[in-house]
């Protein structure tokens, strides 16, 4: 098949088809390091980072480094000119000069569609604003794939800050591509927005519960996210409800033999370090796939006729 | 000819000659990054960045990159042991021994010459205090090279901060190697240092104004600098003059045809951002014109017979 | 012989033999940057640091982009996820999944030896608490063995801060493989922690003094530390101690011919700069030896048939 991802942006989940996942995920399947130690050398990965980030950052770099690329940028807009007070304008026209693609984090929502109709090379969208984490999702979406071996038909639970939770909207609108249940578990302050909401139950079938334990016994993949303190209001608010969005082993007792829980890391109290040695947990496992897909993303956005 | 930048410092402008600079230029020309992509295999750029830079910064990693070779360095003072209270001797001898050639930048005047007299390996000065920043004269005089076909004989405004504006004074002494008539233009508050002046007069044919109006027909460069509110003693007098140091598209009206607007950004709001699609905004290229003149001098530098 | 670093753990140096530690230096004797330079390609070295260095992480990227290989990395907690309030474990085990060997500074005691235990990649000590440095120790000693053809019934001055000073223990537990005589020179509030000493007695002959010209002619080596103002609860007990920390040329005039004098850098007041164009001072060489034992090191950790 033609390479979908050659020289192209990925700025939302929504611009790719299910073909498109199941290739990229096909060339994750594939991608062997070592065979394509030189694949990308000489180009050069801009990382564009205003906010900070450890883990999608670094699992980027390490994707590009395997395969023979670098990587320039930087990691807090703070080491970057915007203190001078350049304009993001100036700062993308720039690094698209340096660069031959641009990995992009901004606080803001959009940053990353503008980012992609300025630059002439392709903006890889990192988490945006509370919207948009694509390859997050794309990453989430190949971990449920590996490790039931299918995505259609589950009943997936979506639990914690649905609301600020950037990788929650993505992963949800990549899901859409196949026919899941998706249960969306939440105290009422963090629910998923109601214009999304309306937009995603067009697309998929979901149940909404502010109670874990209503749901579990159901579930094939918990996807938890992490709930902020300082979302709240209020303090108390926050203590009141945070015991119900912690996985309890005593939760996990009712459960499928083979649920799997997810997490897009770093994690807070919501899951006790207790479950890591368990068989469900699978956040661990997800970091290596994210290396895995970001290696093939990279891989097929510079490369016009891939091996695979 | 004899390789006139191998092994060598690059602290001042002054130190080349015309033909230096000229053949620099035929390199940057001439320089591919594809044929060359191992020259610099094996060598170490060190970045010692005692103020935070963007562009340049990342201007030499995309350069050092670009053909093979590897940066590391820091680029704020806070993540260094200066934090400790080492003395900039002992963290320049440091780097000397893991490096093969240091970009320095440094808030003081003479901090480059001081390296280059500690350091057995080349310095390169990205920017010390005020008065020098060779490589972004180097980038904006094979800009009007590429763009008008010659520096010499042309009308050439400096306009905006000339007292601060460590970009003016570099550029100024690279054009007394060529001649031009220099039309510097500023607030009074922000004129040229007058023993500069004097100095820059005896080589080249200077004009001062304070109205960009009054002289833009004739130019056939604008190299225009960022006004820095914190320069001024009263915000009042800055509100005051920051009209006059903006260039307003009705100034473009009365223009030669291929006027051309440099700006070594970033830019604040002395160009706004209507100018950008105009035929006469050449500062992006000039991002671009800047990393070929820096993978040139690097491959100069590294290089005892280089290919062209 | 059997290469006994491969894919080990560095972190104590009392977890390696006097025969791995000449090993070691044998390696670095001979070690070729040029003829190695594809020698780590694809290897990604992954830097950790919770505290800022400029000295240790960027010998350590120098070292490992000489030999081919890459790194990533943070050198500032700041800049990472822990911001979130990540615990340690999971940004471990992340950066586990992202590279092939760890390089890890942190302010607590133990954290090295608890990064071994979760990584399954090889972890290195890069400074933990104030107990161990053992790369540091290994360049100490390598030192010594280059300067002084042997680390053998040498007398060795060890003078400074004792106490915090986290290189001063595992250059003691290095020196127990040998048999020097060692003289701890220090301020009372300075000296080696109890503990400690009862411990490295059983090892090495020490003696110890609180003024270094009552020991310096004896001394084939002063190995000097850093004493840190912010140590003392009083700074006017500081005030009038510091002078006698401080090797004055004066102190110079009755030592052996051979003397060296190192420092694991940074320093403060403690060597002034006078003395750096003695036949004395050896510590800007050790900072090369550090760049050469590093190299070996990484070699050997992921090279299992080492060419030496």
Redesign the interface.
Known sequence: MTNPFYNKNVVSIRDFTRNDLEYLFHVADNIN??SL?EAL??K?L?LVFFE????TR??F??AM??L?G???????S??????????L???L???N???DALVLRHQKDGVARFASEICTKPVINAGSGTEEHPTQAMLDLYTIFKELGTIDNLNIGIFGDLKYGRTVYSLLYGLSNYNPTVYLISPDLLQLRSDALSDIREKLSIEQHSNLSDVISKLDVIYTT?IQKERFPDIQEYERVKGSYRIDESLLKNTKDNLIILHP????EEIP?SLDTTKYAKY?KQ??YG?LIRSALLYLIFTEHPEY
């Open positions: 390091s070592n130690c050398r000489n050069i801009g900070p980030s450890t883990r670094l699992s770099e390490s480094n395997s023979g670098t990587c320039i940028g930087f990691s807090e703070s080491s970057s000119s915007t203190e001078k007070g350049e304009n304008n100036d700062t026209v720039t690094m000069q340096y660069v992490r890391m770093p994690r807070s370090p661990f970091i290596r290396k």
